[in-house]
């Protein structure tokens, strides 16, 4: 197992143009995270899946915005209609409920979206 | 409502010197802490958390309610001890983790 894995690594747009994320969790992860990082920031919650259900949506998360996890596995991320503010890293993490406890995020390396 | 606060965007220390990161947390309720880091070119990684009270790489925290603070702290850095550094809290609804604008820990050889 690679861990998180998400892709495309960076993406250059135009304003205006849609723009879809994937995220690949580790297999056994049934929680699922997105996040949104701005330069001089830290990580900000979007929103949060627990196998296919979206639990949980953020402020931040625009109408603009939708999250799938159609099959309790892969995630994906679009954005419609893009505006440089947009311009962030986006993250992903997951994690495995059966490590209540320790309570660890795994991420991603993360997508980087660029709107000019 | 949950916040973190790190005070500190950059901070500096000479190799073999204490190190101390701050972080401080806004919560009512029991608050479950982290440390997260970030080495250069590297994907976000859990450091420590203060559940487990453990020692990684050197470094501790320990939860002080009264202060509402979670410092992290090392007492000889090292030089590949430079990452980014984030404070991170969980707590619901959603058990969400909240994190800290992060802290840039360069330490000079």
């Known amino acids: 197992d690679t861990g998180v894995s998400q892709n495309p690594r960076h993406k250059i747009t135009k304003r205006g143009q849609n723009v879809t994320f994937r995220c690949d969790p580790i297999?056994?992860?049934?929680?699922l995270y997105w996040y949104r990082q701005t330069l001089g920031q830290g990580p900000e919650f979007l929103t949060y899946f627990q196998n296919e259900a979206q639990l949980e949506k953020s402020r931040l998360l625009s109408d603009r915005f939708s999250a799938e996890r159609p099959k309790g596995s892969f995630s994906t991320l679009e954005i419609q209609r893009t505006e440089q503010g947009d311009s962030a890293m986006y993250l992903c993490a997951s994690r495995d409920p059966g490590l209540a406890v320790t309570g660890e995020l795994f991420f991603g390396e993360g997508s980087r979206l660029t709107v000019l | 409502a949950q916040r973190v606060t790190q005070p500190e965007k950059l901070l500096s220390v000479f190799k073999g010197a204490p190190v101390e990161l701050k972080c401080n947390y806004s919560y009512s309720g029991s608050p479950e802490l982290f440390w997260y880091v970030q080495y250069s070119r590297q994907r976000l990684q859990l450091l420590l958390r203060h559940i487990s009270r453990e020692s990684i790489k050197g470094f501790t925290a320990d939860l002080n309610k009264g202060e509402t603070s979670f410092h992290l702290k090392k007492p000889f850095a090292q030089e590949e001890d430079s990452a980014m550094y984030y404070c991170?809290?969980?707590?619901?609804?959603?058990?969400?983790?909240?994190f800290g604008t992060g802290t840039s820990l360069t330490v000079i050889p």
């Open positions: 991170a809290l969980k707590a619901p609804p959603g058990n969400q983790f909240y």
């Open positions: 297999s056994e992860h049934n929680r």
